[in-house]
């Protein structure tokens, strides 16, 4: 998995909402010691439904860690309507409120308004105010993974009728209407990320992948488990003739 | 030497590391001014502040997710679960985060955490205040799993768990907190200061992970113990007048193989003894190894006395535990077979 210490992003796990608690804890850490550094993590609305993402909220609150806690409502966990993990709540916002956190729900297709809620959330959390939590409005158009199909579940349609549109373009509107951008210069900035994002991909791909080989030795499975490898797992990785 | 209970030496050991190192925090359910149920973190917070020790809401998640986050800041958490039959709940955390956080980042993130738990039967606490799950964490590579058996070895191996850069799940055998036991309770209670494992040094000292203790040396038979059953094996050697050599393994993961193998090899017989139920439990594992590694030697079967696959009972708990006269039995068997 991929992480980058150095960058202040922590190591993504598959497990659902089991980091938003981490993030709490992080930013409890960096309280404790009298630091300035705070924690955002990001969940979706279907997650929010797990015990973790109640965990997070009633330590954050009673710890009052400097935290942003983001819910990415997307409408859709794989085929389940977001309902089914809000419940009777009326806003995936509203949870927040139950903890005595402030809570903000925001077009999340609308970047200046993103931009202008999360840097509030952010001064809160450095002036030590404590925890917000702030629910992202938007939309899954693609598929949940390459085995997901949505038109088994929802229109196929139903996109395209969302009524927010997409967060890219509208930012385009917006620049090119207060003049300070243009199609142009749009279609040269895609190309320059596109070319980024492709060379990035060569980069990573020269490590080796699945299919072309150069893949890790079988000897380094072993190593990382613990700091010192223990006598169990080297007498294993001998049984194994690495 | 001073002698101390098994709780004062658990609050000396995180008291030194409080003192030697301000990464070190300490939290639990009622942990901070109560000072916890069984009284572990007496006084820690008066001497440490708030910052360093204190309560937390009544969530294991919770409380191991948020040490799981502050060792990846750069802490040393070292939490407590109210009783070992609580932490289910923190499961996921311990398992999916805590034990791969090293392997899944390449060592970018690590998570020197210590989860402490009250473990084991004796107490009357009935199935929800009585299990051994130790077999749920020597399951999962990545964890470190430590049971103590005594006052000296609760402080040595809960400093060296505390500086371990590995997450480390530290069981105390809780009818251990007050005295040694060796399962006759209709006795009384014999305290920590008539025992001479009830010495503990002051200050900093560590007793290294993965190192067992031959408690009993003896030539007739091996008897693989940890926790409380030390001390019911040391009486069912007593009444039998078996010449048994009794292992304290103390570490359970990584395990002592070692100290294992050489007094099987030296005895030829091997009883392995735990309170945790029979199937797939860590005596499983230790009968595996101990018949891949000594088969030659044997000279009967590895037997197994354990607690019945039933959950904990509560008026038929000395019916449950196996006490003295199982493993007593077991011992004679062993040695007619």
Request: aromatic share 8%; hydrophobic share 40%; with cysteine.
């Amino acid at each position: 998995m991929y992480s980058s210490k150095e960058h202040g992003f922590f190591s993504i796990s598959g497990n659902l909402a089991t980091q938003y608690v981490q993030a709490v804890g992080w930013a409890m850490a960096s309280a404790i010691k009298g630091d300035t550094r705070i924690a955002a993590g990001w969940i979706g609305d279907g997650s929010t439904a797990e015990s973790d993402f109640h965990a997070a909220l009633v330590f954050a609150s009673t710890y009052k860690a400097p935290v942003v806690l983001n819910v990415v409502n997307n409408q859709w966990a794989i085929s389940t309507f977001q309902g089914i993990a809000r419940g009777g709540s009326g806003t995936f916002a509203a949870r927040g409120l139950g903890f005595g956190i402030p809570s903000l729900r925001v077009d999340g297709n609308d970047y200046p308004a993103v931009h202008a809620v999360a840097k509030w959330a952010v001064e809160r959390a450095r002036r030590n105010l404590g925890p917000t939590l702030i629910e992202h409005v938007t939309y899954r158009a693609g598929a949940h993974s390459t085995s997901d199909d949505p038109s088994a579940y929802r229109p196929k349609a139903e996109s395209d009728a969302w009524p927010l549109g997409d967060p890219v373009i509208r930012l385009k509107n917006h620049l090119i209407h207060r003049g300070v951008w243009s199609d142009e210069r749009h279609a040269q900035a895609e190309a320059e990320i596109l070319d980024t994002v492709i060379s990035a991909q060569k980069e990573a791909e020269a490590h080796g992948t699945l299919h072309s080989g150069n893949k890790p030795s079988m000897r380094d499975m072993f190593e990382g488990v613990y700091e010192t490898m223990p006598p169990h797992l080297r007498r294993q990785r001998q049984q194994a003739g690495v | 030497m001073p002698r101390k209970t098994m709780i004062e030496a658990i609050r000396d050991a995180m008291d030194v590391s409080m003192a030697r190192d301000d990464n070190v925090v300490v939290y639990g359910e009622d942990v901070g001014f109560f000072g916890g149920v069984f009284r572990c973190t007496q006084g820690l917070q008066a001497k440490y502040g708030k910052n360093r020790c204190f309560d937390a809401p009544i969530n294991e998640s919770g409380i191991v997710g948020t040490a799981i986050g502050m060792a990846a800041y750069g802490l040393r958490p070292c939490v407590e679960v109210q009783f070992a039959d609580y932490v289910y709940p923190a499961y996921d955390q311990i398992v999916s985060e805590a034990a791969r956080l090293r392997y899944r980042s390449n060592g970018d993130f690590t998570c020197p955490i210590v989860v402490r738990m009250p473990t084991g039967g004796g107490i009357f606490g009935g199935q929800t205040h009585s299990q051994s799950p130790e077999a749920l964490f020597t399951h999962v590579s990545g964890l470190k799993v430590v049971v103590p058996s005594n006052p000296h070895d609760a402080k040595g191996l809960l400093i060296a768990a505390i500086e371990d850069p590995d997450p480390v799940i530290f069981l105390e055998p809780k009818r251990l907190y007050n005295g040694p036991f060796d399962g006759h309770h209709e006795r009384p209670v014999t305290p920590w200061s008539k025992h001479e494992l009830g010495e503990v040094p002051d200050g900093h000292f560590v007793t290294p992970l993965g190192k067992a203790a031959v408690r009993r040396p003896g030539a007739a038979v091996t008897v693989l113990a940890y926790g409380t059953m030390v001390y019911v094996a040391e009486a069912a050697a007593e009444e039998t007048g078996i010449d048994a050599e009794i292992i304290d393994l103390r570490t359970l993961l990584p395990l002592d193989f070692d100290t294992i193998v050489a007094s099987v090899k030296k005895t030829g017989r091997c009883v392995v003894v735990h309170e945790a139920t029979l199937t797939s439990g860590f005596g499983a594992e230790l009968s595996a190894l101990v018949q891949e590694s000594c088969f030659y030697h044997l000279e009967a079967p590895v037997k197994r006395v354990t607690g019945w696959d039933t959950p904990y009972p509560h008026a038929q708990e000395w019916d449950y535990f196996p006490g003295p006269a199982r493993v007593g039995r077991a011992l004679i068997e062993t040695m007619e077979a």
